[in-house]
Nanobody
Framework: VQLQAFGGGLVQAGGSLRLSCAAS????????MGWFRQAPGKEREFVAA????????YYTDSVKGRFTISRDNAKSTLSLQLNSLKPEDTAVYYCAATAGIGFPTSSTLYNYWGQGTLVTVSS
């Protein structure tokens, strides 16, 4: 599966953005999907994941209650709604797909990656 993330931009603290990830191919619904982010000078970190159906989600503690991951299998699209943004959320955000089970938080367990979209939150 090929992935393309978009929707990033510059937003003030407290604002919102919606990231999207378009997937090609007919097997999108068979992958568990995740979002990661990488801030300048830092390692890539897990943000959120969602199961095949979209009924179960998992978040890292720092974004719980602020970010929402969702998917539309009919449109082969993954989304991440970012609310109450903070300057520390500034990073390049990547969507990723895994054929594995569970909700892996390690980037090494994801098979396919989008190119990333930059989110900048000003204070």
């Amino acid at each position: 599966v090929q992935l393309q993330a978009f929707g990033g931009g510059l937003v003030q603290a407290g604002g919102s953005l919606r990231l999207s990830c378009a997937a090609s191919g007919r097997t999108f619904s068979t992958y568990r999907m995740g979002w990661f982010r990488q801030a300048p000078g830092k390692e890539r970190e897990f943000v959120a994941a969602i199961d095949w159906s979209g009924s179960t989600t998992y978040y890292t503690d720092s974004v719980k209650g602020r970010f929402t991951i969702s998917r539309d299998n009919a449109k082969s699209t993954l989304s991440l709604q970012l609310n109450s943004l903070k300057p520390e959320d500034t990073a390049v955000y990547y969507c990723a797909a895994t054929a594995g089970i569970g909700f892996p938080t390690s980037s090494t367990l994801y098979n396919y990656w989008g190119q990333g979209t930059l989110v900048t939150v000003s204070s």
